[in-house]
């Protein structure tokens, strides 16, 4: 066993291993916008092998590369994990280089994020080099989304599993890199950012220049979730990264969307200073659903706390009743 030092991920988050351990259902980490950052990437691994009895997998929502894909490193070799790490394509993930953002080959970006898929027992969305996929675990659905490639396919054959979702009751998470839509604090936690980002992409999404690689303006998969909660089915929430700042809440057609802050230390765009060496240097999410009981339980493990002092460790939803139980 790897011994604890000061710096060590697991001592510096020892205060919410009681939240951690009191979670019941399916549980998982959450991250996002790692960006190639592999001495992260490691921690993160050492955190999940740590507590492997309870975390059943981990999740990254996009950005696995760093700004673009010539910064790349095969983190999965760097640091084998005990639990399989699902992964998500994101905008910078696409990117080939360059002064103006554009999609490269979707070859080479499925050739960087999935060649250690083999052992994940998803299925995959049948089209070349998918990276679109769901697997079941107990009653729950996760659906990864290409936010990039193949949309009006990929489209409708979502639309296809979450019939199939419905008929069998299954509670269904969404991931994509690229939040669904603008999320709104609609349910006042401390969790969602203090700063207004719905109004910095709306003016990107005016600009339409250089970051011409937002889902925001263009058709993607809001719609189609939406349908499914409206036609009875049971939704958990869409989970995302891409803004570099934690969000909670729903979309203006009513999907719930839990975003995660970036995992690389790199921070000037987001609300948190990042310390190298301290409990700042890292940030994901623990996440649990509990399907029999309706509830979603986030606990951030790493940064905490926001330029503006707001801490924030823990939160529990009643996502069928659409209300906060708790918050720490």
Request: charged letters at 25%; glycine letters at 8%; a negative charge.
């Amino acid at each position: 066993m790897e011994e604890e030092t000061s710096t060590d991920i697991v001592a510096l988050n020892r205060d919410v291993e009681p939240a951690l351990l009191a979670t019941t259902g399916l549980t998982f980490v959450h991250t996002a916008d790692m960006h190639g950052m592999p001495t992260l990437w490691a921690r993160m691994v050492r955190y999940i092998d740590h507590y492997a009895d309870k975390i059943a997998f981990a999740l990254h929502t996009g950005d696995y590369c760093g700004g673009y894909q010539g910064i790349y490193t095969d983190m999965y070799a760097a640091s084998p994990c005990r639990r399989p790490i699902y992964n998500c394509v994101g905008n910078h993930d696409c990117f080939p280089g360059g002064p103006v953002w554009h999609l490269g080959e979707k070859a080479v970006a499925h050739g960087l994020l999935f060649n250690h898929a083999a052992d994940w027992g998803a299925t995959f969305f049948d089209c070349p080099h998918s990276m679109s996929y769901y697997k079941d675990m107990g009653d729950v659905r996760l659906i990864v989304l290409d936010d990039y490639y193949d949309i009006w396919p990929t489209r409708a054959w979502l639309r296809g599993i979450l019939r199939e979702a419905r008929e069998r009751g299954l509670h269904v998470i969404t991931a994509q890199h690229e939040p669904s839509g603008y999320v709104e604090n609609v349910y006042g936690v401390r969790y969602h950012t203090y700063e207004d980002i719905n109004t910095r992409f709306r003016e990107i999404e005016l600009s339409r220049t250089a970051y011409d690689f937002d889902h925001r303006g263009r058709v993607l998969y809001e719609d189609i979730i939406a349908e499914h909660i409206a036609l009875g089915g049971q939704f958990v929430c869409n989970l995302a990264g891409h803004d570099h700042h934690d969000e909670f809440g729903p979309t203006e057609r009513g999907v719930l969307n839990l975003v995660v802050q970036n995992g690389t230390t790199w921070d000037a765009i987001s609300d948190t200073v990042r310390v190298v060496g301290e409990r700042s240097e890292d940030c994901f999410n623990v996440v649990s659903v509990d399907t029999a009981r309706g509830l979603l339980t986030v606990i951030r493990i790493g940064a905490n706390t926001d330029k503006m002092g707001r801490v924030k460790r823990a939160f529990c939803f009643d996502y069928q009743n659409k209300k906060l139980i708790s918050e720490v």
